[in-house]
């Protein structure tokens, strides 16, 4: 082990002696010995004539290119001034199905000169573990047109959790306050331990730092697995981070999901993603993060049980529904929304209606 991840290991130690049982920093249950209980229903999905709530916006183009993600972005970018941190998932290195480095720069070097890529350290060993790899990493896959602030570099910062169950405030890399806005550019796909991807899942696990915030997303202190946390409670974990985030940024913040080479693995497995079955379908963009993760999986819920078949299975498999429940439960957005057709005047139109005549996923190399 290198001298930076024994340093680490020391340190997270540490981390969780001082964080107590729940590996929370500060207890907001009504008994100090009692801990909170997760939901229930992760698995089940929720058709939109069975919801209720008020209406957002989501906007949609089948154009999956530098325009189209330029187009999807200038839908929703009204409030984004100032330092403006873009978060994305930069990759593990020669990762085949992050969003093209192309589409990134083309976006930058038109809408958001002077923005900053921002991501944090990884809770895994890997290639972004350290700023020293990850730093390297970033050089293999290309993401060298813009400054890359990794935020958990230097040191760390809570953020309160309003109204979370699990904690009262979230450990972020102590970068994420030196911005003023914030685009959450998300390569929508599954997840190994979250069911899928989305916009909840880029700023939950990607803004928590990743030495003492990802800790308390996904472990329980003195257990031999690191990653124990699961199904429900790991949904909530994960979204109470996002909620800490998008409260600090306030109305500075909006959303934009490309919906391309969707393997059930998440790009933190690079190379050993599994092979994409589902097919391609466009770009999604919102200022509610809860449209536009709904409206994600309402799309993949359209398509034919042959097209979603491996991605449906991998989301109620590790229950990770429970994502779009809880962030409705915590007033983070909105699960009814109206779906905007960028491709055809403006017309709405229904998650079916965007997962119609889908082409079957080809490797392009």
Known sequence: MKYTNIIAAVAFGLIFAACGNNAQPTENTDSMNTKPVPGTDGDKYVPMDQRTGDTAVVYFTRDLS????????????GNISGKVAVKLHTGEQNGPNIIPREWVKALMQKDLKGGTIVETNTYYEGDRYTTEQHRQTLKVNGWTFAPVDIMDEEDTVTLP?????????????????????????????????????????????????????????????????????????????????????????????????????????????????????????????????????????????????????????????????????????????????????????????????????????????
């Open 161 to 365: 959790v309003v109204g979370g169950k699990w904690f009262t405030r979230m450990s972020m890399g102590s970068h994420l306050t030196n911005y003023n806005s914030l685009v959450a550019l998300t390569h929508f796909k599954g997840h190994t331990q979250g069911g899928f991807g989305g916009s909840n899942k880029n700023i939950g696990i990607g803004c928590a730092d990743g030495r003492i915030g990802k800790a308390w997303i996904h472990t329980t202190p003195n257990q031999n697995n690191q990653w124990d946390i699961a199904t429900e409670e790991f949904m909530e974990r994960m979204t109470e981070s996002t909620k800490a985030t998008i409260d600090h940024f306030g109305k500075n913040v909006c959303y934009v999901n490309v919906m391309r080479n969707m393997s059930v693995s998440c790009d933190c497995e690079g190379v050993n993603a599994a092979p994409v079955v589902t097919p391609n379908v466009g770009i999604l963009s919102s200022t509610d993060i809860l449209a536009v993760d709904q409206a994600c999986i309402d799309i993949v819920y359209a398509m034919t049980e042959a097209e979603h078949h491996d991605l449906v299975e991998r989301i109620e498999s590790r229950h990770g529904l429970r994502q779009l429940s809880y962030m409705k439960e915590l007033g983070m957005g909105h699960d009814v929304y109206i779906l905007i057709d960028l491709d055809n005047g403006g017309q709405r139109i229904t998650a079916a209606d965007a997962a119609k005549d889908l082409k079957p996923f080809v490797n392009k190399k």
């Open 66 to 77: 530098a325009n189209g993600l330029i187009k999807a972005y200038e839908q929703v970018n």
